[in-house]
């Protein structure tokens, strides 16, 4: 119980990595049209899981919990960042994360991007690797559920039939990232990454990526 109420704090809202202040590309899509509801936000989503930086966040989360030194981790996911927004999302909720972990449980952490941080948080914490998957994951969709529905017409109750709707595709994501391995780490959402990057320019805007 007590892991899962770890895991809970580091994935809550409340938890001060500033996640609401990040869409990851999704405000850009929303401007263009190209998500107007919770269809067309359910299927973005589901390819952010399957192909794209949700399943790569979850492949480094597990690599860096099956190590003791995240360092190459770290650098492969600088590396892998599709832009200069993504590679800012994920430094600076690190970086937040680490803080903020190592005040509160003493771990020995510091400037790791964010997936890598709670990989390497939930192994200093003996956290089991298949506990901590499905709950990053499902923090990752709710944040963005969270964004189209400041950004969009989309009600709570919609917003949670996108959830419901994508809980077994988080689950199928987290087993997968368990057996595949760091060198296995690819993205093929390529609308989503130039997304990213197109919002770089984006006025006028709401969130910094």
């Known amino acids: 119980m007590s892991h899962a109420l770890t895991l809970m704090q580091w994935l809550s809202p409340a938890f001060p990595v500033g996640a609401f202040a990040y869409s990851h590309g999704l405000e850009q899509v929303i401007a263009d049209g190209t998500v107007t509801d919770a269809d067309t936000l359910q299927d973005w989503l589901e390819v952010l899981l399957t192909h794209g930086s949700g399943r790569a966040d979850a492949i480094l989360l597990a690599a860096a919990h099956g190590t003791d030194d995240p360092a190459r981790v770290d650098a492969t996911a600088r590396a892998f960042a599709a832009g200069a927004e993504r590679l800012k999302e994920t430094d600076l909720q690190g970086a937040a994360f680490c803080n903020t972990a190592h005040s509160v449980w003493g771990i020995e952490i510091a400037n790791l991007t964010y997936p890598v941080a ?10 089991p690797l298949a506990e901590a998957l499905p709950l990053y994951l499902h923090a990752f969709v709710s944040n963005l559920v969270s964004v189209a529905q400041r950004a969009l017409p989309l009600g709570q109750t919609d917003g949670q039939r996108v959830l419901a709707a994508l809980a077994p595709t988080i689950a199928a994501t987290a087993k997968d990232a368990q057996v595949t391995p760091l060198d296995a780490l690819t993205s093929t ?12 320019t984006l006025q006028p805007r709401i969130f910094r990526t």
């Open 118 to 127: 709670v990989g390497t948080a939930a192994r200093a914490m003996t956290i």
């Open 189 to 200: 959402s390529f609308a989503a990454d130039i997304a990213a990057m197109r919002h770089e």
